[in-house]
């Protein structure tokens, strides 16, 4: 089985950091990507960051300039580091793993909220 445990949330002000980790355990085939989505209450879920295997990171139009997407292949761990942040980043942050067969892998999600 393949486990997505994401860390690194929490309360920050307006204009700090933040980095959120993803650690994947388990067996896991071919990676096609790997992405960090968000959800606000009340809305839907909405891509942040995205990186193929092969192939240049892609982000959404709110973060572009202040997130950024990294691997560890070491560790089996994908990371998320934001600055910058605004109170419309809040949400709950949802790290996802799409394979090149089967379906995609996500975790629990780990709570950011950026206040004023």
């Known amino acids: 089985q393949v486990q997505l445990v994401e860390s690194g949330g929490g309360v920050v002000q307006a204009g700090g950091s933040l980095r959120l980790s993803c650690a994947a355990s388990g067996r896991i085939s071919s990676i096609y990507s790997t992405g960090w989505y968000r959800q606000a209450p009340g809305e839907q879920r909405e891509l942040v960051a995205s990186m193929a295997s092969a192939g240049s990171p892609i982000y959404a139009d709110s973060v572009k300039g202040r997130c950024t997407i990294s691997r560890d292949y070491d560790k089996n761990t994908v990371y998320l580091q934001m600055n910058s942040l605004k109170p419309e980043d809040t949400g709950v942050y949802y790290c996802?793993?799409?394979?090149?067969?089967?379906?995609?892998?996500w975790g629990q999600g780990t709570q950011v909220t950026v206040s004023s």
């Open positions: 996802k793993l799409t394979v090149l067969r089967g379906d995609p892998y």
